[in-house]
């Protein structure tokens, strides 16, 4: 059921599976990488079935595809490798849970800001944006189990694009920038543990499609403050945990 609603958030207006589920994790005492690991595996099913999903009901953007697939499967996977080389540092998991809970304020502060605009307002992306936007989102998804689509779909839309096609074409990168990831942890560490991962791809697979129909119909701001002020709370209560 966490899986089903957290993809469905996801594939409705970018982001929430992986912050979500990786605080959740965390805070039901998974170390920092296999949570980490767990989700991404997971996503690898999710995310191929919403983007592809999104990319038949044209929510998609070519260029702003092909440029965070290729920054991000680099930022992706440096960023698996160091979670997985600190995983055993006791204060990684409330450095994580920060990271966190700045994505979930994020994600409030733009959806709070956000404006509408008409179809012929919207900007084309620019690859000099793409690329390190992909890296950087990429490699704080790694270490922190999620953050991807917290930082690239909001960074984008408020920068004027089109919201639909910055939606689709996120979660369809990050398929890629998922697996490039999933290799990572699978050849750099010992385990995984695959039986938590059948019901995260169950939950995720029944809701992907649903999700990507609901784009064109959502209130997405308020759904993504609905998700910002989760991952803050849940957030909050790990790092709470981990102090005291």
Do not use: C
Not at 11 to 29: E, H
Not at 209 to 214: D, G, N, R
Request: glycine share 10%.
């Amino acid at each position: 059921m966490d899986a089903f609603v957290a993809e469905l958030i996801d594939g409705s207006i970018g982001m929430g599976y992986g912050v979500s589920l990786t605080s959740f994790l965390l805070l039901i005492g998974f170390g920092t990488a296999m949570a980490s690991a767990v989700v991404h595996v997971s996503e690898i099913f999710t995310t191929f079935v919403s983007g592809i999903s999104h990319f038949r009901i044209g929510n998609f953007d070519k260029k702003i595809f092909t440029y965070l697939v290729i920054s991000g499967v680099a930022g992706g996977s440096i960023g698996a490798y160091i979670a997985v080389k600190f995983k055993d540092v006791a204060l990684v998991k409330p450095f994580v849970s920060a990271i966190l809970l700045l994505m979930g304020l994020l994600i409030i502060v733009r959806y709070i800001k956000k404006r509408d605009f008409l179809i012929q307002e919207y900007k084309t992306p620019k690859i000099r944006h793409l690329i390190p936007l992909g890296i950087v989102a990429s490699f704080l998804d790694a270490v922190g189990g999620g953050g991807w689509g917290p930082i690239s779909t909001p960074t984008l839309i408020v920068n004027n694009l089109h919201p639909k096609k910055v939606i689709g074409s996120v979660n369809f990168a990050e398929f890629f920038v998922t697996l490039s990831i999933s290799i990572t942890f699978f050849l750099a560490m010992p385990k995984i543990e695959l039986g938590h991962i059948i019901p995260l791809i169950i939950g995720g697979l029944m809701s992907a499609p649903i999700a990507a129909m609901l784009t064109k119909r959502l209130p997405h701001k308020i759904l993504g403050i609905l998700v910002g002020f989760l991952i803050v709370i849940l957030s909050l209560r790990t790092i709470l945990v981990e102090i005291f």
